[in-house]
């Protein structure tokens, strides 16, 4: 009894301290100062304007503007930095440290003014669920690493005038969930796989290719390619595809949206496109 009345208590004031650490950390509310320390590398690499500067001070990180934390382990989870206006686009580099925030689901620095190279080590964000970079001045090729991010489903690496590109694009048929890719304007002329690569992506549901140096894929090749059947919507405007490409759209039965404007097709469409489209959407 007496062995029994020991353990009662001690589960008893094990229960008790844990609901107070619990109690001190909800009301603390205070981001990891690991992670802190990172944003704060991050901002020092930009040139931020007043008002992110005027916010992104203390020790609470989660309040600062543009961040989302946990509301259990106040790891921070989301970085969302897109401007309402352009007096609050950021400037600079996107320093490595923004790898420092392991629990990140959201990266959104959509349309800023950053340059440089996407740091490699985003790839080693394996919690990431939407990773946006669109609209900015990144140059370089596109790291591979980002083949890792196995939870992604948002991918938007679109717009960079600096000259992004992409040798290949076997990554991307590791990246399982994947729902939405947009790698308008990067260069993919050198990425004689860019079809083989997409057609391996199980859940993609949204793809823009367009402005890409895309480039006729050898014929014999299409009745080989597992077509993702998922895709609702394909923009491959403003490249240099021919009519064959079209084959590799006859299995899309969930297709919807289909442009194809400022290529070089020719002839009519076959039969099968045709069924595909009556009653929904095919670009000139």
């Given at each position: 009894?007496?062995?029994?009345?020991?353990?009662?208590?001690?589960?008893?004031?094990?229960?008790?301290?844990?609901?107070?650490?619990?109690?001190?950390?909800?009301?603390?509310?205070?981001?990891?100062?690991?992670?802190?320390r990172a944003l704060l590398k991050f901002r020092d690499a930009v040139n931020f304007n007043r008002e992110f500067i005027s916010s992104w001070k203390g020790e609470d990180c989660c309040k600062w503007e543009g961040i989302s934390c946990n509301n259990f382990t106040h790891h921070?989870?989301?970085?969302?930095?897109?401007?309402?206006?352009?007096?609050?686009?950021?400037?600079?580099?996107?320093?490595?440290?923004?790898?420092?925030?392991?629990?990140?689901?959201?990266?959104?620095?959509?349309?800023?003014?950053?340059?440089?190279?996407?740091?490699?080590?985003?790839?080693?964000?394996?919690?990431?669920?939407?990773?946006?970079?669109?609209?900015?001045?990144?140059?370089?090729?596109?790291?591979?690493?980002?083949?890792?991010?196995?939870?992604?489903?948002?991918?938007?690496?679109?717009?960079?005038?600096?000259?992004?590109?992409?040798?290949?694009?076997?990554?991307?048929?590791?990246?399982?969930?994947?729902?939405?890719?947009?790698?308008?304007?990067?260069?993919?002329?050198?990425?004689?796989?860019?079809?083989?690569?997409?057609?391996?992506?199980?859940?993609?549901?949204?793809?823009?290719?367009?402005?890409?140096?895309?480039?006729?894929?050898?014929?014999?090749?299409?009745?080989?390619?597992?077509?993702?059947i998922s895709l609702k919507s394909v923009d491959l405007s403003d490249n240099e595809l021919q009519s064959s490409i079209l084959k590799s759209f006859r299995n899309m039965s969930q297709l919807q949206e289909l442009y194809l404007n400022f290529n070089q097709l020719s002839g009519?469409?076959?039969?099968?496109?045709?069924?595909?489209?009556?009653?929904?959407?095919?670009?000139?």
């Amino acid at each position: 009894m007496l062995y029994f009345g020991y353990n009662f208590l001690f589960c008893l004031v094990s229960f008790l301290c844990f609901n107070v650490l619990c109690a001190e950390s909800f009301h603390t509310n205070k981001c990891v100062e690991t992670e802190r320390r990172a944003l704060l590398k991050f901002r020092d690499a930009v040139n931020f304007n007043r008002e992110f500067i005027s916010s992104w001070k203390g020790e609470d990180c989660c309040k600062w503007e543009g961040i989302s934390c946990n509301n259990f382990t106040h790891h921070v989870i989301g970085l969302n930095l897109e401007p309402l206006n352009y007096t609050k686009e950021l400037r600079g580099k996107l320093d490595s440290s923004i790898c420092e925030l392991k629990h990140l689901t959201s990266l959104n620095l959509y349309r800023n003014n950053l340059e440089g190279k996407i740091p490699k080590c985003i790839g080693s964000l394996d919690k990431l669920i939407e990773l946006n970079l669109g609209y900015n001045y990144f140059d370089g090729v596109i790291p591979p690493s980002l083949g890792n991010l196995s939870n992604l489903q948002t991918l938007d690496l679109s717009e960079n005038y600096y000259g992004m590109s992409a040798n290949d694009l076997e990554w991307l048929s590791h990246l399982s969930n994947l729902r939405y890719l947009d790698l308008s304007y990067v260069n993919l002329t050198l990425a004689v796989d860019w079809l083989s690569s997409i057609s391996k992506i199980p859940s993609l549901s949204e793809l823009h290719l367009y402005v890409c140096g895309l480039h006729q894929v050898n014929p014999k090749s299409i009745p080989l390619l597992n077509t993702s059947i998922s895709l609702k919507s394909v923009d491959l405007s403003d490249n240099e595809l021919q009519s064959s490409i079209l084959k590799s759209f006859r299995n899309m039965s969930q297709l919807q949206e289909l442009y194809l404007n400022f290529n070089q097709l020719s002839g009519k469409l076959s039969d099968n496109i045709q069924q595909l489209c009556t009653t929904k959407s095919l670009g000139p």
